[in-house]
Nanobody
Framework: QVQLVASGGGSVQAGGSLRLSCAAS????????MGWFRQAPGKEREGVAT??????????YYADSVKGRFTISQDNAKNTLYLQMNSLKPEDTAMYYC??????????????????WGQGTQVTVSS
């Protein structure tokens, strides 16, 4: 069972940047698709970005709301997933979660499609 630990959240002003990290308990490339999700108060959890690292390369997929501002990446040597968030907006304020699923199809950004979850890390963007 994959265990995930998210970190890196904080408070920033609009236009600022943050990088979230998610440490996995085991090597996840080639087997698992990794994703970032977020949940604002009173709203449903939504997918932000997902990545799949395979033998010959990698592929990523983003929600329209973050495309061009957020970058998902993965360091295989450290078993760590990242989310670089630039040009942050107040509407990006949420609890952010990392997650993993067995990668049998692509892409997938619905929370129900993911089996393993880390604890959340809070991101607050002030105007």
């Amino acid at each position: 069972q994959v265990q995930l630990v998210a970190s890196g959240g904080g408070s920033v002003q609009a236009g600022g940047s943050l990088r979230l990290s998610c440490a996995a308990s085991e090597y996840t490339s080639s087997t698992f698709c990794m994703g970032w999700f977020r949940q604002a108060p009173g709203k449903e959890r939504e997918g932000v970005a997902t990545i799949y690292i395979y033998t010959r390369g990698s592929k990523t997929y983003y929600a329209d709301s973050v495309k061009g501002r957020f970058t998902i990446s993965q360091d295989n040597a450290k078993n760590t997933l990242y989310l670089q968030m630039n040009s942050l907006k107040p509407e990006d304020t949420a609890m952010y979660y990392c997650a993993a699923r067995l990668c049998s199809y692509w892409p997938a950004l619905r929370p129900a499609e993911y089996n393993y979850w880390g604890q959340g890390t809070q991101v607050t963007v002030s105007s």
